[in-house]
Nanobody
Framework: QVQLVESGGGLVQAGGSLRLSCAAS????????MGWFRQAPGKEREFVAA????????NYADSVKGRFTISRDNAKKTVYLQMNSLKPEDTAVYYC?????????????????WGQGTQVTVSS
């Protein structure tokens, strides 16, 4: 079955960095657009970034553009999210997801499989 397992979250001070990983199994990873979303307490799950199946095209939410970088290693079936210059407002549970289509959609309804999430907490 499809499995997505996130790791790499933690507590970091504002201005710091974290690198999230998402290990995939149970589907042809190299053929799928992958995305990262996040959900803060009391808020809707929101789009962070997406990457094409080859890794040649990316899409970012305006709030993270220039600070976060999404990448993938198809041989390792893993997608990454490098987060730099972290802010307290980046605090959330971060989820990776498998897209149902070929476009780098920011809409969570276009993603069919989700990991369990990893907590990122940024202190001020």
């Amino acid at each position: 079955q499809v499995q997505l397992v996130e790791s790499g979250g933690g507590l970091v001070q504002a201005g710091g960095s974290l690198r999230l990983s998402c290990a995939a199994s149970g589907f042809t990873f190299s053929s799928n657009v992958m995305g990262w979303f996040r959900q803060a307490p009391g808020k809707e799950r929101e789009f962070v970034a997406a990457i094409s199946w080859r890794g040649s095209t990316t899409n970012y939410a305006d709030s993270v553009k220039g600070r976060f970088t999404i990448s993938r290693d198809n041989a390792k079936k893993t997608v990454y999210l490098q987060m730099n210059s972290l802010k307290p407002e980046d605090t959330a549970v971060y989820y990776c997801a498998r897209s149902t289509g070929i476009i780098l959609s920011p809409m969570k309804d276009n993603y069919a499989a989700w990991g369990q999430g990893t907590q990122v907490t940024v202190s001020s």
